[in-house]
């Protein structure tokens, strides 16, 4: 078996995953390499909603029965866990949504209805990059169609990198919002955060980080970053689907209007008007997603119990692997950074003219899991000129024996369609 | 799934490139990126070409040869019924055994029978199908207008 250095004890951490042991295919183990995807849950997250359910279901901030009072605790208390997990300064700048799309529209709203010294209009432009998934790229599409601001964005490198040799042209002081993917979804690219804030500060822009690749795999401090908001998602982190993560700096949330009215989000209504309530129930209208909150608790106790340090060590040693292992294959050719500096634990390739869709379907059959497709990152794949990639994406629970077993599928792949 | 009719058609594709047609469509299938432009040329009631130009998947460019290889010289409703009956195969989630009619009706195009199997990939082998059925229904129109 191959040992490397930098390796968690995956032997005790898969006990925790029961889905790591299931079999497909006529008894094949199944290797899960579509992380990126979603991750799958352990035991303890699991467990949590189970008995978030069977002993505490009520909804929170009403009622004054003992099940109201302790949904309430475990809701707001895993905002309390997150909060620390990502070093906020204060619970209330964490804001609950369903996950990180639903997160970057809010953002992307609080402007487009917000007024000075925050509001996009025609006089303003709006920056993103040619690596963003979907989800960071349409809200801000929709708000520069609504608003007449200019959608400008930063492309990319050959080697799978943002192309920063132009910032000083990409953001100017016409710059009102900067929002980019701290890790790429598809290419797994981590990007050079520094540089993009110090840019957008000189210009007095707002900085919003997509974080959904990156609060799984690394120390996420929102201090630290400088960011204005951050979102993420929970179900890529160990935790449910329907949960996701918005982080704003309080002045901001207290500035910005809120996007959906509703229940929850009010201070008084009459017939006439409303006030609110303060962040970050503002922006929290309706019953918010209670057990996936207490879930996605449970999933940030579990990671900050392992260390997100160690986690990061972790992927980074099974990335080196792969990327020498997944070089080594004929025809391979990896769409993204062909080392494992500064790159995450997903590896987007192409196989020689084989169609993704048919290496992951060959792959399937042999109970390996990946992510085909454009990853809803086209713009991505139409600036490497290839249709759709394959993408093996790796955890906290992936081994170099799955590594190895990818490359052996791999070669089974070009044998069967060569 | 992968049959080797379906192998043999991905590596030999009949009838590939785009020649003159009465009506032209290009139809994507966005949840994986396959893209097909396909064009029809008709004789009155006969389809006397379906040339295309595509990318994708084997089972995506595998169906396209096997709907030229099936369809050209058909006449409209014959070509129809074979459409259907594909169309229909490919609906049943695996739960259709195709039966001597069925074979006769669509040769080599049975061997899809086992992708009906897999949803993710049911769209791959229509794309071509229904670009087919776009194409024919855009020339008749095309045809009408003229007429």
């Known amino acids: 078996m ?184 598809l290419m797994g690219t981590i990007n050079p955060v520094e540089a993009i804030i110090r840019r957008a500060q000189q210009v007095g822009a707002l900085v919003v980080i997509d974080a959904s690749q990156a609060a799984p795999h690394m120390v996420l401090d929102v201090q630290a970053l400088q960011a204005d908001f951050v979102a993420f998602t929970g179900h890529k982190m160990c935790g449910p689907t329907g949960i996701g993560v918005l982080w704003g700096r309080q002045e901001l949330l207290e500035d910005l209007p809120p996007f959906l009215g509703g229940g929850e989000m009010i201070e008084t209504v009459s017939m006439h008007s409303s006030t609110y309530a303060p962040a970050p129930h503002k922006f929290e209208a309706g019953t918010p997603p209670i057990a996936q909150a207490v879930g996605l608790g449970a999933a940030v106790d579990y990671l900050a ?53 048919d290496v992951g379907q060959v792959l399937d059959e042999q109970g390996i899991a990946v992510r085909v497709g454009h990853h809803c990152a086209r713009p991505v794949c139409l600036r490497y000129g290839i249709p759709a990639t394959t993408r093996a994406s790796f955890y906290l629970y992936s081994t170099p024996a799955e590594v190895d077993a990818l490359v052996a599928g791999l070669e089974h792949v070009r044998n069967f369609f060569g | 799934m992968y049959q080797d009719v379906i192998l043999d058609h991905y590596k030999h594709p009949h009838g590939r490139g785009l020649r003159d047609g009465d009506a032209e469509v290009h139809h994507v299938n966005p949840t994986c990126g396959d893209e097909i432009t396909l064009r029809v040329r008709l004789d009155g009631a006969t389809i006397e070409d379906v040339s295309y130009e595509g990318q994708g998947c084997s089972i995506s460019q595998a169906s396209a040869s096997v709907l030229n290889e099936l369809l050209v010289g058909k006449e409209l409703g014959d070509a129809q019924k074979i459409q259907e009956t594909f169309l229909a195969l490919m609906q049943s989630k695996g739960q259709v055994e195709p039966d001597d009619e069925m074979e006769e009706v669509l040769e080599d195009a049975v061997a899809f029978a086992g992708v009906s199997k897999y949803p993710a990939r049911v769209k791959c082998a229509l794309l071509s199908w229904m670009a087919w059925k776009d194409a024919t229904a855009k020339a008749l129109s095309e045809e009408a207008k003229t007429a």
């Not at chain 1, 980074?316 to 500064?342: F, N």
């Open chain 1, 2 to 185: 191959t040992r490397l250095p930098g390796l968690l004890d995956t032997e005790a951490i898969r006990k925790d995953f029961p889905l790591l042991d299931r079999v497909v295919h006529d008894g094949k183990k199944m290797i899960y390499l579509d992380s990126a995807a979603t991750s799958q849950k352990p035991r303890q997250v699991i467990d949590a909603l189970t008995e978030y359910y069977e002993q505490h279901n009520a909804n929170v901030h009403r009622g004054v029965h003992v099940l109201a009072e302790e949904a309430t605790a475990l809701y707001e208390g895993a905002r309390d866990k997150v909060a620390a997990f990502i070093n906020a300064p204060s619970r209330d700048e964490v804001i609950f949504t369903k996950n990180a799309s639903e997160s970057l529209n809010l953002v992307a709203n609080m402007l487009g209805w917000a007024d000075e010294p925050y509001r996009v209009d025609r006089e303003t432009d709006i920056v993103i990059t040619e690596m963003e998934h979907h989800s960071n790229i349409v809200p801000w599409q929709l708000l520069s169609q609504r608003t007449g601001a200019k959608l400008k964005w930063f492309g990319l490198t050959d080697d799978g990198r943002l192309d920063l040799s132009n910032i000083d042209e990409i953001i100017t002081d016409r710059t009102k919002v900067v929002s980019f993917t701290l890790v790429s979804n």
């Open chain 1, 305 to 357: 119990a392992i260390g997100m340090d160690k986690i990061a060590a972790h992927e980074h040693a099974i990335t080196e692997y792969a990327v020498k292992r997944l070089l080594d294959v004929p025809d391979l050719r990896i769409i993204g950074p062909s080392t494992a500096e500064d790159r995450g634990a997903t590896i987007s390739f192409t196989l020689g003219d084989i169609h993704p869709h």
